[in-house]
């Protein structure tokens, strides 16, 4: 069935624009702003605690809210922007982000500052969901893997600014300062995406045809393209049967008990498997190699000097995630780069001299980032129909968010027991199953369209159906 709700097809057909970057610009300044709030964190409770404002037992509880709530957001955002749209769900929650922030530079006490923290922990874990999830169904297929990477970069140099800032505001005007910083800049981003247009893809597949083509016209427009556009009649004789087609079977396919359908329960498998893996490895060796370091004799300065050295490693995953992300693909890209993050980490423990320790260090975390940029950020929102598309992702989302809960404490388990040796055995681990999982199991997505991936799973829906008819055109 042909339509002019071809609307994948045309998206993918245009020109790389203003229009792409724009929207990759609004998007990862929301995203930005989520991740300088999650950094900032050591700072500002340092300074409570040295301000006798908190102690260690509360500020556990803060760190530990942070990740309830980002577990809970990274939920519902799957369910809220799978039902209302894409564009209701990243305004909501950056809505609610930048309204707590606000509200935590006020607070009162500590007790306070947990809750609001809570509140701000729902809007964090929802933007991580809605912002990759809309950025895969706007940009052309020969582009998407790399847009992910880029988007990626950005929002981990956040790490640096919120480190930096608090080093110059903290110690002279409070912390309550890099609150009021990062919920005023939420604020003024989510008037900024106002002018952001729902995702075509995502009206489409809610029988919104008329919607979908007006928004993608407009789009065409802005990037200089109108060969793609199809004629009126065909799209009016198109857009009947559409609307007929998703009132009876999209509705089915869109339930949450589709993602452990038979068709797609390898893709919740593979999606799930390399967050959990993710958060697993980060949570492990980036937060925790500080307290290594310092476990095995260096002192607090020089550990942390030589994290930094380490955590520079980051930037440079992430630009050689842009420059293979098209070429070498996300499926075996995960796969490569968990065995190569193996073969440092079983070299690691191995590691006498200073400059030893810090190579490897940065080349683990180098292989961490080049794993961030092709899951969390390409990988995980592709695998699913546009239908079950942020649900999918949440799912995933979540799942890494509650095993990022237990982590600290089965790093803190193996290392008292095994070591450094212990920690590395448990993120080779986690790293063998994921290559594993991901090599049997995974979908190579690589300059495909959405459509295209889709069908391969066996979706019946009318986009898939639409991807086979342009994959067989082509």
């Given at each position: 069935?042909?339509?002019?709700?071809?609307?994948?097809?045309?998206?993918?057909?245009?020109?790389?624009?203003?229009?792409?970057?724009?929207?990759?610009?609004?998007?990862?300044?929301?995203?930005?702003?989520?991740?300088?709030?999650?950094?900032?964190?050591?700072?500002?409770?340092?300074?409570?605690?040295?301000?006798?404002?908190?102690?260690?037992?509360?500020?556990?509880?803060?760190?530990?809210?942070?990740?309830?709530?980002?577990?809970?957001?990274?939920?519902?955002?799957?369910?809220?922007?799978?039902?209302?749209?894409?564009?209701?769900?990243y305004q909501f929650n950056l809505g609610i982000y930048g309204f707590a922030s606000i509200a935590a530079a006020l607070a009162p006490s500590i007790y306070w500052l947990i809750f609001f923290r809570?509140?701000?922990?729902?809007?964090?874990?929802?933007?991580?969901?809605?912002?990759?999830?809309?950025?895969?169904?706007?940009?052309?297929?020969?582009?998407?893997?790399?847009?992910?990477?880029?988007?990626?970069?950005?929002?981990?140099?956040?790490?640096?600014?919120?480190?930096?800032?608090?080093?110059?505001?903290v110690p002279h005007y409070g912390w309550r300062w890099m609150f009021a910083i990062a919920g005023c800049g939420a604020l003024v981003?989510?008037?900024?995406?106002?002018?952001?247009?729902?995702?075509?893809?995502?009206?489409?597949?809610?029988?919104?045809?008329?919607?979908?083509?007006?928004?993608?016209?407009?789009?065409?427009?802005?990037?200089?393209?109108?060969?793609?556009?199809?004629?009126?009649?065909?799209?009016?004789?198109?857009?009947?049967?559409?609307?007929?087609?998703?009132?009876?079977?999209?509705?089915?396919?869109?339930?949450?008990?589709?993602?452990?359908?038979?068709?797609?329960?390898?893709?919740?498998?593979?999606?799930?498997?390399?967050?959990?893996?993710?958060?697993?490895?980060?949570?492990?060796?980036?937060?925790?190699?500080?307290?290594?370091?310092?476990?095995?004799?260096?002192?607090?300065?020089?550990?942390?000097?030589?994290?930094?050295?380490?955590?520079?490693?980051?930037?440079?995953?992430?630009?050689?995630?842009?420059?293979?992300?098209?070429?070498?693909?996300?499926?075996?890209?995960?796969?490569?780069?968990?065995?190569?993050?193996?073969?440092?980490?079983?070299?690691?423990?191995?590691?006498?001299?200073?400059?030893?320790?810090?190579?490897?260090?940065?080349?683990?975390?180098?292989?961490?980032?080049?794993?961030?940029?092709?899951?969390?950020?390409?990988?995980?929102?592709?695998?699913?129909?546009?239908?079950?598309?942020?649900?999918?992702?949440?799912?995933?989302?979540?799942?890494?968010?509650?095993?990022?809960?237990?982590?600290?404490?089965?790093?803190?388990?193996?290392?008292?027991?095994?070591?450094?040796?212990?920690?590395?055995?448990?993120?080779?681990?986690?790293?063998?199953?994921?290559?594993?999982?991901?090599?049997?199991?995974?979908?190579?997505?690589?300059?495909?369209?959405?459509?295209?991936?889709?069908?391969?799973?066996?979706?019946?829906?009318?986009?898939?159906?639409?991807?086979?008819?342009?994959?067989?055109?082509?």
């Amino acid at each position: 069935m042909q339509m002019d709700v071809n609307i994948g097809a045309r998206l993918d057909r245009l020109p790389l624009s203003g229009f792409h970057w724009r929207l990759l610009g609004l998007i990862a300044a929301g995203m930005y702003f989520d991740s300088f709030d999650i950094y900032i964190a050591g700072t500002v409770l340092a300074a409570m605690v040295h301000s006798g404002e908190s102690t260690l037992s509360l500020n556990a509880t803060f760190v530990s809210v942070t990740f309830i709530g980002m577990m809970t957001g990274a939920w519902l955002s799957g369910l809220l922007g799978d039902r209302f749209g894409r564009r209701f769900c990243y305004q909501f929650n950056l809505g609610i982000y930048g309204f707590a922030s606000i509200a935590a530079a006020l607070a009162p006490s500590i007790y306070w500052l947990i809750f609001f923290r809570l509140v701000m922990g729902v809007g964090m874990g929802a933007e991580i969901v809605v912002g990759y999830g809309t950025l895969s169904e706007f940009i052309p297929a020969d582009w998407r893997g790399r847009f992910g990477t880029i988007l990626n970069l950005i929002i981990n140099t956040s790490l640096f600014l919120s480190t930096f800032l608090g080093w110059l505001i903290v110690p002279h005007y409070g912390w309550r300062w890099m609150f009021a910083i990062a919920g005023c800049g939420a604020l003024v981003v989510w008037f900024l995406r106002k002018s952001m247009p729902e995702s075509p893809r995502w009206l489409a597949s809610r029988g919104r045809a008329d919607e979908a083509r007006q928004i993608v016209e407009r789009i065409e427009t802005a990037c200089g393209s109108t060969a793609s556009r199809t004629s009126s009649h065909s799209a009016n004789a198109t857009e009947s049967s559409t609307r007929e087609f998703y009132s009876t079977e999209t509705t089915e396919a869109g339930r949450l008990g589709a993602l452990f359908s038979r068709r797609l329960l390898t893709r919740t498998i593979t999606a799930i498997t390399v967050l959990v893996a993710l958060f697993t490895v980060n949570y492990a060796f980036v937060s925790w190699i500080p307290t290594f370091l310092v476990k095995q004799g260096h002192s607090v300065s020089n550990s942390l000097g030589i994290t930094a050295l380490m955590f520079a490693g980051g930037p440079v995953g992430s630009l050689i995630a842009f420059a293979l992300a098209e070429h070498l693909g996300r499926k075996w890209g995960i796969v490569l780069f968990s065995l190569v993050c193996v073969g440092f980490g079983i070299a690691y423990p191995f590691a006498q001299s200073a400059v030893a320790i810090t190579a490897l260090g940065f080349a683990i975390t180098c292989c961490i980032y080049v794993l961030s940029s092709f899951s969390v950020a390409t990988y995980v929102p592709e695998l699913f129909p546009t239908e079950l598309r942020l649900r999918g992702s949440g799912l995933a989302n979540t799942a890494g968010r509650a095993v990022s809960i237990v982590v600290p404490y089965a790093v803190a388990s193996a290392f008292m027991r095994f070591g450094i040796a212990g920690v590395l055995t448990l993120i080779v681990g986690t790293l063998l199953v994921q290559a594993l999982i991901v090599g049997v199991l995974g979908a190579e997505t690589k300059q495909r369209s959405l459509e295209a991936i889709a069908a391969d799973a066996g979706v019946t829906s009318v986009e898939a159906q639409e991807g086979s008819a342009t994959a067989a055109i082509e």
